[in-house]
């Protein structure tokens, strides 16, 4: 008589585990393109946003106004938001390469690892692709280090005198 009764033998067992490891590679592959995919937009749209405030600033507006595409296109999933931050002496690589000393850059959010939007900026490393860090040469400054990129549309104030960058909209 063969008792089976109410349990799972060995051989389902380790079936049912091979599935659900199965399952859940699968879902870090697909969040992995789905992250290198957004990452690409908001890249893309960094770049966009700061040749436009650089073109603003080339023509001496004291005003600039960033508006968002779509909602919390800024923001990364689970992460938060991008930020503008003035560097300068220690730059990300893309400046580096440019023999730029001081950038003004859009940085991708900080993580458990790195607490601040200029460490983000040096350390941040993509699946794919090269680094989600858009820079520009600037000798302006970010009042208070960061313009986190939340609550949009941001208006941001121009200082030529003080070479100055502050947020009027908090």
């Not at 969040?31 to 749209?45: K, R, S, W």
């Not at 005003?63 to 938060?80: H, T, V």
């Not at 458990?112 to 858009?134: D, E, I, Q, R, W």
Request: positive net charge; charged residues 20%; aromatic residues 12%.
């Amino acid at each position: 008589m063969n008792k089976k009764g109410g349990f799972l033998l060995g051989e389902e067992t380790i079936k049912i585990i091979i599935t659900v490891l199965c399952f859940l590679v699968l879902i870090g592959i697909l969040y992995a393109l789905y992250g290198n995919f957004t990452q690409d937009q908001n890249v893309e749209f960094a770049k966009r946003t700061l040749n436009y405030i650089e073109k603003e600033m080339n023509a001496k507006s004291k005003k600039i106004e960033i508006l968002n595409p779509g909602p919390d296109f800024w923001a990364k999933p689970f992460a938060g938001y991008w930020g503008l931050v003035s560097l300068s002496g220690d730059v990300p690589n893309f400046c580096k390469e440019k023999s730029w000393t001081k950038c003004l850059c859009f940085c991708p959010p900080p993580g458990a690892s790195v607490h601040s939007y200029p460490m983000a900026c040096l350390t941040a490393k993509p699946l794919f692709g090269p680094p989600p860090v858009v820079c520009i040469q600037s000798d302006f400054k970010i009042k208070g280090d960061v313009i986190v990129m939340n609550k949009i549309p941001i208006v941001l104030n121009i200082s030529y005198e003080t070479k100055e960058i502050t947020r009027l909209n908090k």
